[in-house]
Every structure is written in structure tokens, then in C-alpha cells.
């Protein structure tokens, strides 16, 4: 019977208990984390309501909150799904910092004018459509942008859907389980290899096949 390689078999042990490493990370780790904090969300919509934050934080995704839009810069158009379009004005507030961005109602009309002159905005914190491509996303880790989602539309548009928790993706346990299918493939693969590297027959070629 052959030697097991050395070298390859560290390698490939070295690569199969990493795989382990984060699928255990994934599920003991991750997974818990995501829970604690989608059960703190779950909770915000009944909080009572804020001023709508200067600077992005997650935490208080779905929570009421409040604006006054002095003027609206801008107003963009977003993919709402079966709504059509969702309308996204770019608000000036006159405070220090960044301004606020309001999702003032919904439509299926994909080139309508929309007149709205801005005011008190009251609705529920939500993420900010992210127009960066899927690669640049990956590459660019950065806070995610806030908008608040107004709970009345603006005139001659329809009612916005108050964001849902749903929305906030949760798959640790499918990158727990995943991590630790690539590492059993890993393993029957190398397992095969060997096998079929004992089960060759000898090179006739041998140092004891020369002539008598």
C-alpha cells in the first residue's frame, strides 16, 4: 500500500478545519448575534417616536420618527416592486451635517411629475436604496444610508408600505450549514483521491523490473 502523501494531506486538513472554524462561527456566533438584534428591531415600531437621526444607525430601523424637510433638492425614483415606483426626495434641513432623504409615496407612473414642496414628514426609519453595483457593495463597507418612510403621501401619490422586518436578511445558519457541506466534500473528494492512488497498480518501470 502507498504512503499517504504529507504535504497535500496537511493542506487539504489545514483547508477542512478552517471550513469547520467558520461554520461554527456562522451558528455559535453570528447566527445568536442576528437574533439579539432582529428581536431588538422587532421591538421599535412600538417606541415612541424620535427625531429622525443625524447620522445612520441600524439600530433604529422601523422606529417612528419625524422631519421637516425645508426644501425637497431632489427627487429620485426606485424600484417598489408590484408598487411600481417608490418617490425619494432629497430634503434640505438647514441643520449641520447631511441632509435627510424621505420616501414621500409610491406610483405607477414611470415618468409623472411629482410636486411636492416638502414640510413636516412624519413615517418609519428605513434602509436607503443603494444604487452602487453589487461588486462595488462587497468592496465598500460602509453604514448603510437611512431614509424615513412617510406615513402619508405625498398629493397625487399612494401610500408608501411600512417597512417590514422581513426585509432585513438573516441567513447565518445557511452559511453554517454551507461551510460545513464544502468542508465533507472537501474530505470525500481527497478521500477518493487517496483511494484510487493506493488502488493503482505498480509502474512496471520499478527498480526491480531491469533485466536479469
Same mark, same amino acid.
Given at each position: 500500500?502507498?504512503?499517504?502523501?504529507?504535504? #497535500? /494531506?496537511?493542506?487539504?486538513?489545514?483547508?477542512?478545519?478552517?471550513?469547520? +472554524?467558520?461554520?461554527?462561527?456562522? @451558528?455559535?456566533?453570528?447566527?445568536? &448575534?442576528?437574533?439579539?438584534?432582529?428581536?431588538? $428591531?422587532?421591538?421599535?415600531? =412600538?417606541k415612541p417616536p424620535i427625531a429622525f437621526?443625524?447620522?445612520?444607525?441600524?439600530? @433604529? $430601523?422601523?422606529?417612528?420618527? +419625524?422631519?421637516?424637510?425645508?426644501?425637497?433638492?431632489?427627487?429620485?425614483?426606485? !424600484?417598489?416592486? &408590484?408598487?411600481?415606483?417608490?418617490?425619494? =426626495?432629497?430634503?434640505?434641513?438647514?441643520?449641520?451635517?447631511? !441632509?435627510?432623504?424621505?420616501?414621500?409615496?409610491? /406610483?405607477?407612473?414611470?415618468?409623472?411629475?411629482? /410636486?411636492?414642496?416638502? !414640510?413636516?414628514?412624519?413615517?418609519?426609519?428605513? *434602509?436607503?436604496?443603494?444604487?452602487?453595483?453589487?461588486?462595488?457593495?462587497?468592496?465598500?463597507?460602509r453604514v448603510p444610508e437611512l431614509l424615513?418612510? =412617510?406615513?402619508? #403621501?405625498?398629493?397625487?401619490?399612494?401610500?408608501?408600505? #411600512?417597512?417590514?422586518?422581513?426585509?432585513?436578511?438573516?441567513? *447565518?445558519?445557511?452559511?453554517?450549514?454551507?461551510?460545513? $457541506?464544502?468542508?465533507?466534500?472537501?474530505?470525500?473528494?481527497? +478521500?477518493?483521491? @487517496?483511494?484510487?492512488? !493506493? +488502488?493503482?497498480?505498480?509502474?512496471? *518501470?520499478?527498480?526491480?523490473?531491469? =533485466?536479469?
Amino acid at each position: 500500500m502507498k504512503r499517504i502523501p504529507l504535504v #497535500p /494531506t496537511v493542506v487539504v486538513g489545514l483547508a477542512i478545519a478552517a471550513m469547520i +472554524a467558520l461554520g461554527l462561527w456562522q @451558528l455559535l456566533d453570528r447566527l445568536p &448575534a442576528k437574533q439579539a438584534y432582529l428581536a431588538q $428591531l422587532a421591538g421599535n415600531p =412600538a417606541k415612541p417616536p424620535i427625531a429622525f437621526p443625524r447620522f445612520p444607525d441600524e439600530s @433604529l $430601523l422601523f422606529r417612528r420618527a +419625524a422631519v421637516f424637510c425645508l426644501e425637497p433638492v431632489e427627487i429620485r425614483r426606485a !424600484g417598489a416592486g &408590484a408598487a411600481g415606483y417608490r418617490l425619494i =426626495a432629497a430634503c434640505r434641513t438647514g441643520a449641520e451635517g447631511p !441632509g435627510v432623504r424621505v420616501q414621500i409615496g409610491t /406610483t405607477r407612473d414611470p415618468e409623472g411629475k411629482v /410636486t411636492w414642496k416638502g !414640510g413636516e414628514v412624519s413615517g418609519w426609519i428605513a *434602509h436607503a436604496p443603494d444604487s452602487r453595483p453589487l461588486i462595488a457593495t462587497l468592496i465598500e463597507r460602509r453604514v448603510p444610508e437611512l431614509l424615513l418612510v =412617510a406615513d402619508r #403621501p405625498a398629493p397625487g401619490l399612494q401610500p408608501n408600505k #411600512p417597512p417590514s422586518i422581513d426585509s432585513v436578511p438573516n441567513n *447565518h445558519l445557511a452559511y453554517g450549514v454551507q461551510w460545513f $457541506l464544502f468542508a465533507a466534500v472537501a474530505a470525500i473528494i481527497y +478521500a477518493v483521491a @487517496l483511494w484510487r492512488r !493506493g +488502488a493503482a497498480p505498480a509502474s512496471p *518501470h520499478g527498480p526491480d523490473s531491469g =533485466a536479469a
